[in-house]
């Protein structure tokens, strides 16, 4: 069986979860501005797709992933994830460490269809701040999808909070 390209992995996911999707080929971007331009969209638009590693207590050696989606004009402010998360430890994972948590390198991360080889999903957490029609990576370099975040939210049961700044 051959393996799916990273935009066929995403339809696929999308496909089981009833979500509606549409690609776009953005071409090459060295910024998210960049790529906010060459969609025709504000930055805020485009939705940042983050992995996180999380620890339940400080000391802890084991840990697991979240997934943070953030408007474009904002960072994360990784003190506000946590509480909303109850994780003692979080932070910004290496792009290798990223790659292994779902399939996808930076850049191109989305939910969809983002999980380890075992197919293990990571709880998907986003800035309350995004509504409407957004962009955001798809599992593809220069290519974005774009998706109504309402549809996004309810198919990952995304928690939704103040994790913004």
């Known amino acids: 069986m051959t393996e799916l390209s990273g935009r066929e992995r995403v339809q696929a996911d999308a496909d089981s979860r ?8 953005r ?3 060295s910024s998210l501005e960049e790529a906010a331009e060459n969609l025709g969209v504000s930055p805020r638009e485009i939705v940042k797709t983050l992995v996180a590693k999380a620890k ?3 000391s802890s050696t084991e840990h ?5 989606l953030i408007p474009g004009d ?3 402010d990784w ?7 109850g994780m003692k430890k979080m932070s910004m994972t290496a792009p290798e460490e990223a790659v292994a948590a779902t399939g ?3 850049g191109t991360i989305t ?3 983002a999980h380890t080889p075992e197919g293990k999903m990571w709880p998907v957490y986003a800035d309350e701040s995004i509504s409407g029609r957004i962009a955001m990576g798809a599992g593809e370099p220069d290519l974005n999808l774009f998706v109504e975040a309402e549809e996004l939210f309810a198919a990952f049961d995304v928690v939704l909070g103040d994790i913004g700044k």
Do not use: D
């Open 18 to 25: 009833a979500v509606t999707l549409e690609f776009v080929q």
């Open 27 to 29: 071409g090459p971007a």
């Open 56 to 58: 339940l207590t400080q």
């Open 64 to 68: 697991s992933y979240v997934v943070a």
């Open 74 to 76: 904002k960072q994360v």
């Open 79 to 85: 003190a506000k994830l946590r509480r909303l998360a």
């Open 104 to 106: 996808y390198h930076p």
């Open 111 to 113: 939910p969809f269809g």
